[in-house]
């Protein structure tokens, strides 16, 4: 009954230095007395705790009212497991099942309690079941044990642990070159290829960069194919950094810059496990986004306008290009941004660019007769663009355990971190910024700051500042696939439906999935895998379509009158936002699309020009899944959200699932339950009205929450409401 599937349950290879196996050791030896027994099981050479606790403990069990209460998430989990396979199978030695309280569902994570009786047996038995909790549960450290004091209470002692042995290279002494224009590139992935193949086992390999400036050139770059969700599937990409499976590799930059050259990824981080980069920077040198200042409006006329120095462009008949390394790109979209500030400039949001008719005015100057709008003022900094997404500044994918600590991106053609097939993934002070006040530049990446897309476990990104990017700062969510075909009872084909999302393996076989009506967002069934194929195509490069078999009967549908989509739920994180400055963005500023457990919390969003958070759902524009069924937002600050009008853009807060029939809805696609969306304790300070727009949510909670108006520019939203709900169940707003 061990061996039983169970959430995140991870069996640990025994060994000397599990506390278990060493615990068990120690159970051989006879006790010394009554009172020593039930430590002895579990190290006597821990010090009892019925006195004082070590000074390295967690107290992970309470005693109240006769009652044994296990406090750690993690324990619980497995307690309970072992609990109900006991009271199963029962075993003999197992507690009658009128000693044992347990939740209902053992993935609950709600404490567990058993009552206890003076019976040494029910003692010995449940520090017995603990003991093996703590030896597996994933979130306990390597070297941890626990001891039972004479009042009940367990104290989870973690013994002093040697630091892992590493073995340290410094990249200079392989010729790579800080403060040069030399390209670096061929060097360090000849460096990185030699090391992997010496990589001790059980050790960790540290590359250490010198402080400085490294450049990186696309002509002796490494060419892999990757296909990157949400971003243009333009392969073979040129990378400058290949990192492909490799584990317990920490990267340390020592505060170094990387600068890359033309049409690069700068580095791909791939099937690989327990990795960190830390304390670097990521810049490209020829940005593909060019910028200019308004000189004149002349209303009818157009504009007048004036590149910034840096900017390299040429004008070909009617279109303005700019000029990068090695690709040009023809500007046809335009973000406007106050020049004191740097904030997205009131009332612009999205402007279209056209060079019809352009034509040189004198030395540097333009006037673009179509290029016209009203809110254009002299001194503005305009930011000219295409909607292209080359590739991000990082990519993860099919990785475990990756942190990202004191990571700076200060440009790049994608997005700042794309993150895609991921387990367990940690940005902290990972930041998407301008290069300082002195910064020409007004802008950073071309799209979201960071993006999460199918991954699991936990998302983390803490103390981080994201600003001016072109996009949201952080978007986490899953990937819709749209049933083309049904085979039969159990076996459908399906295929990923947007343009800049396929490629990549989307489920396995066991995988939980469930099915939704793309016209009104119902939940109409949820299978597991039993089998998946890819299935290639002559047409078409990279994985579009799949045939899935599940282990039941499917529903009937008709699909020629109606969509369904398949969303995985395997395949979705918790996450944990806090602590970050988002600011002066075009568009959003958060988008969550999670069921899983998610906290924003203690965040400043600054003039985000958009909507600052959403929760989406979309299985028919953008086919990003995922309901929000537990969220937290509380004491975050809202500053003048909404300057601009861009999609999903109804209130500061907003619950916006794509739904194009909401009234033969049966369902809600948020919440679920009472309270499961909680909006507690935030700050608004606002210029215009709407606060919290909610569509086909259950159980939405917005309570202690400050509203402060001011007039730092004119109101002008279509909805002058403070709360505006459509199809809403149990709603609180007190």
Not at 3 to 20: K, V, W
Not at 465 to 470: D, Q, T, W
Not at 715 to 733: A, D, G, K, N, W
Request: proline fraction near 5%.
């Amino acid at each position: 009954f061990l061996i039983q599937p169970i959430h995140r349950l991870q069996l640990t290879t025994p060994n000397r230095e599990n506390p278990y196996h060493h615990n068990l050791r120690q159970q051989r030896k006879p006790s010394r007395n009554k009172r020593e027994g039930i430590s002895h099981l579990f190290g006597s050479h821990l010090p009892h705790t019925r006195k004082s606790s070590p000074a390295h403990s967690e107290v992970i069990s309470r005693k109240e009212n006769g009652q044994f209460s296990i406090v750690n998430d993690q324990l619980s989990i497995h307690f309970s497991y072992l609990c109900r396979q006991l009271e199963r199978y029962s075993l003999p030695g197992a507690l009658p099942p009128e000693e044992m309280q347990l939740s209902e569902n053992c993935i609950n994570t709600s404490p567990i309690a058993m009552k206890l009786n003076t019976h040494s047996k029910n003692r010995i038995l449940f520090s017995a079941l603990l003991s093996f909790c703590v030896a597996i549960a994933p979130a306990m450290p390597a070297q941890s044990c626990f001891s039972i004091d004479d009042n009940g209470v367990a104290h989870l002692l973690t013994k002093p642990t040697r630091a892992k042995a590493q073995q340290v290279v410094r990249m200079e002494r392989l010729g790579v070159k800080p403060n040069t224009r030399q390209d670096n590139t061929p060097v360090v992935q000849r460096a990185l290829d030699r090391l992997k193949q010496k990589a001790l086992q059980g050790k960790e390999t540290v590359l250490s960069f010198p402080k400085g400036v490294y450049h990186f050139y696309p002509e002796r770059a490494t060419k892999r194919t990757y296909f990157i969700s949400n971003h243009d599937q333009e392969n073979p990409k040129r990378v400058g950094i290949v990192l492909e499976n490799w584990s317990g590799l920490r990267i340390e930059g020592n505060g170094a810059t990387f600068v890359f050259h033309g049409s690069m990824l700068p580095i791909a981080l791939v099937g690989s496990t327990d990795c960190t980069l830390r304390n670097l920077s990521i810049d490209f040198d020829d940005p593909c986004i060019g910028q200019v200042r308004i000189v004149e409006n002349r209303g009818e006329e157009g504009i007048v306008f004036k590149p910034e120095p840096w900017t390299r462009y040429k004008v070909e008949g009617e279109a303005f290009h700019i000029v990068g390394y090695d690709r040009c790109w023809q500007a046809n979209a335009a973000i406007a941004f106050e020049p004191s500030t740097r904030r997205v400039a009131y009332r612009t949001g999205d402007l279209n660019f056209s060079a019809k008719g352009i034509r040189r005015l004198g030395e540097g100057l333009f006037l673009a007769p179509h290029f016209r709008h009203s809110m254009l003022k002299p001194g503005m900094v305009v930011v000219l663009r295409n909607g292209e997404r080359p590739a991000p500044a990082f990519f993860l994918s099919q990785s475990l355990r990756v942190k990202m600590q004191h990571v700076d991106v200060h440009q790049a053609p994608g997005m700042g971190l794309l993150a895609q097939l991921c387990q367990d993934i940690s940005l902290e002070g990972f930041n998407v910024r301008l290069r300082g006040d002195s910064d020409s530049r007004y802008f950073t990446t071309q799209a979201d700051a960071t993006h999460f897309s199918q991954c699991r476990g936990t998302v983390r990104v803490v103390d981080g500042l994201y600003e001016n990017m072109m996009d949201d700062a952080i978007n986490v969510h899953g990937v819709y696939l749209k049933i083309t075909e049904r085979i039969d009872d159990k076996t459908v084909q399906a295929r990923f439906a947007h343009s800049q999302t396929y490629g990549f393996l989307w489920a396995s076989r066991g995988d939980t999935v469930q099915f939704v009506s793309s016209r009104t967002m119902d939940a109409v069934g949820i299978h597991r895998i039993a089998a998946i194929k890819p299935l290639a195509s002559q047409e078409e490069v990279g994985v579009r379509s799949f045939r899935i078999t599940f282990e039941d009967s499917l529903p009937q549908w008709d699909l020629r009158n109606e969509d369904i989509g398949i969303e995985n739920l395997s395949w979705t994180p918790e996450v944990y936002f806090a602590r970050n400055t988002v600011r002066n963005n075009r568009a959003r500023g958060a988008l969550f699309s999670s069921p899983r457990k998610t906290v924003v919390e203690q965040n400043l969003f600054d003039h985000t020009s958009g909507t600052a958070i959403l929760l989406c759902g979309d299985c028919n524009g953008w086919y990003e899944s995922g309901s929000c069924r537990d969220i937290t937002i509380r004491e975050n600050t809202f500053t003048n959200a909404l300057t601009s009008l861009y999609q999903f853009t109804n209130a500061v807060i907003s619950i916006y699932p794509e739904i194009p029939d909401l009234a033969h809805q049966q369902q809600y696609y948020h919440g679920g339950s009472e309270q499961s969306i909680r909006v507690i304790g935030n700050r608004f300070n606002t210029f215009d009205a709407p606060i919290l727009y909610a569509k086909s949510t259950d159980g939405l909670l917005f309570q202690d929450n400050i509203i402060q108006t001011n007039t730092a520019y004119p109101p002008f939203h279509p909805s002058q409401v403070r709360f505006l709900l459509e199809r809403c169940h149990r709603v609180r707003i007190e």
